[in-house]
């Protein structure tokens, strides 16, 4: 929790959601009116002169203000703003719904007339914003909200002005997920409400592919492929919608007007609804020592519950027509083309048959999985962690690493177990004791809880390596826990740490 508990003598709040790049999202309550709500902590650019940051202090106020009179059913609701002791704040609304990132990664990739109805609730209220001057700037599927029925809202409105403001360019500091940036973002030019489109395009890539087709090991790459890249669209309905809505001029992406009839297929078909895997491990992000901190960086929010969209955003810095990467991470790749390609049986003899081990992985850890398994990119526009998942029982092992590691990961997994399961009534604790995992210090987090109807079954081992520290999250449904062991096993016997 923070040095404060209440915000404005109103918002109590309650635990933490998730921490990104952008700032900290709180669950809270509203005391005045008795609701509970997502409270976002903006965080400005460290490195600026006091004056700019002034100057875009009162930019974000602006504009997250006039976000809140947005009003369309398809935006996520902004409740209220707050400055307060130096700190901005913005009430929005609650939302018990996963993001499209987390849906596809859970349930694979939507149809073609999926992702079609998706893709008009965000033209309408991307086309309700543009009239009213608000450029949204980072349309992505962190920031797309999937409700039960299919229906598709955009979180994050009034909050990316931090993301294109002309003092950050000049600094030389842009801000953004690479993966998902048009091309005028990568070179630092102002965002238009063509940007839009283009992250709009992406993301119905995304709907159909489980990726986005900019994703390179590396955010040096990842712009360059942004900036200099031709897209091959997904076979289909959508496929000429996709390529238009990705060209490099951003004159030529189509106006929504003409944009419109091109997404209406067929009588539109919900997004499906099965038995959902649970959410991802949460794990706290670090505090600097002595406060206790994960080995794994940050709390990335819940798949069930998501409160206004993604957090995560990298640095990166322009230099003289160059693209530096600040808190470069070890060399490795996380390219969804490349990260399943398994070494020579030979190069592996341990490894059990019906098994193949994964090389090209960032830090250089290895690991082996099942054939048949999916390996998939957990983190969009991030590639800090990996999942192998099982395609028909839905059970996954996701393993994710932070070069920044803390150092006391017994005490921050407890201190994050009370948020957990302040937010799963349902959540009881197997074990969370001390443990020694190939030499390193560990924590060995076992629970079960309900998501949807269904009984979850997780084991969430944290090490720190040294230079690194790791998570490997192994969750199925409880019904199929015991028949998982021996994956679970393997899966541990075989990781290797970077050397």
Request: proline share 8%; hydrophobic share 40%.
């Given at each position: 929790?923070p040095?404060?508990?209440?915000i ?8 933490e959601?998730g921490r990104g790049g ?30 700019d940051?002034?100057?875009l202090?009162q ?21 209220d ?11 929005m ?14 349930d694979g ?15 309408a ?9 608000i450029v ?5 599927p962190?920031n ?7 229906r ?9 002005a931090?993301?294109?403001d002309p ?6 500091y ?6 998902y ?12 409400p ?7 395009g992406?993301?119905?890539y995304f ?10 090991s ?5 712009l ?5 890249d ?38 539109p ?7 959902p895997?649970p ?20 709390a990335?929010?819940?798949g ?10 990298t ?19 996380n390219?969804?083309?490349?990260v ?12 059990p048959?019906?098994?193949k ?14 054939e ?7 983190s ?20 994710d690493w ?15 177990e ?6 799963h ?8 004791e001390p ?10 987090w076992e629970?079960?809880?309900?998501d ?29 826990w015991?028949?998982l ?9 075989t990781?290797e740490a970077?050397?």
């Open positions: 929790m040095s404060v508990t209440s404005a003598d109103r918002y109590e709040l309650i635990s959601l952008m700032g900290v999202v709180w669950r809270a309550k509203d005391a005045r009116l008795g609701r509970e709500i997502a409270l976002k902590e903006v965080k400005l650019p460290h490195g600026m002169a006091q004056a940051r002034d100057v202090r930019r974000v106020l602006r504009e997250a203000k006039t976000a809140a009179s947005l009003g369309h059913p398809g935006a996520v609701t902004v409740f703003v707050i400055d307060e002791d130096d700190r901005i704040y913005i009430a609304e609650l939302l018990d719904a996963p993001s499209l990132a987390d849906l596809v990664t859970r990739p939507l149809t073609h007339e999926q992702t079609a109805l998706i893709a008009r609730d965000l033209l209220v991307l086309e309700a914003a543009h009239r009213q001057g949204h700037r980072d349309v992505k962190a797309v909200m999937v409700m039960g029925d299919g598709a809202k955009l979180a994050d409105f009034g909050i990316a931090v993301t294109d003092k950050l360019t000049a600094s030389g842009i801000l953004g997920t690479p993966a940036m048009a091309p005028e973002q990568a070179e630092g030019k102002r965002s238009q063509a940007t839009d489109l283009w992250g709009l992406v993301t119905l709907a159909l592919v489980g990726r986005s087709p900019f994703g390179k590396q955010p040096i790459a990842t360059r492929s942004v900036i200099g031709e897209v091959e669209p997904p076979e289909g309905p959508l496929a000429s919608v996709i390529a238009d809505l990705l060209s490099k001029d951003p004159s030529d992406r189509p106006e929504p007007a003409v944009l419109r009839p091109r997404l209406v297929l067929t009588e078909t919900p997004a499906p609804t099965p038995a895997v959410e991802p491990a949460p794990v706290p992000a670090p505090v600097p020592a002595p406060s206790p901190v994960s080995p794994v960086r940050r990335r929010p819940s069930r519950v998501l409160a206004a969209g993604g957090l995560a955003a640095a990166v810095l322009v230099v003289a027509g160059f693209l530096l990467l600040g808190g470069e991470r070890d060399p490795g790749t390219d969804p083309d490349r399943a390609q398994e070494e020579p049986q030979d190069a592996a003899p341990s490894i048959e019906g098994w081990r994964s090389k090209a992985l960032p830090t250089g850890y290895k690991i082996a999985y099942p048949g398994w999916e390996v998939v990119e957990n969009i526009g991030d590639d800090s962690s990996v999942d192998f998942r099982d395609p028909g029982s839905g059970a996954y092992m996701r393993v932070t070069d920044t590691p803390g150092t006391d990961v017994v005490g921050t997994a407890e201190s994050f009370a948020g957990f399961a302040d937010r009534g349902n959540y009881d604790r197997v074990k969370l443990a020694t995992f190939k030499g390193f210090e560990a924590v060995d629970y079960t809880f309900v949807g109807g269904v009984q979850l079954h997780a084991v969430n081992l944290q090490f720190v390596t040294g230079p690194h520290g790791f998570a490997l999250n192994f969750q199925t449904r409880a019904d199929d015991d028949a062991q021996e994956e679970l096993e393997i899966f541990k016997e990781f970077p050397s």
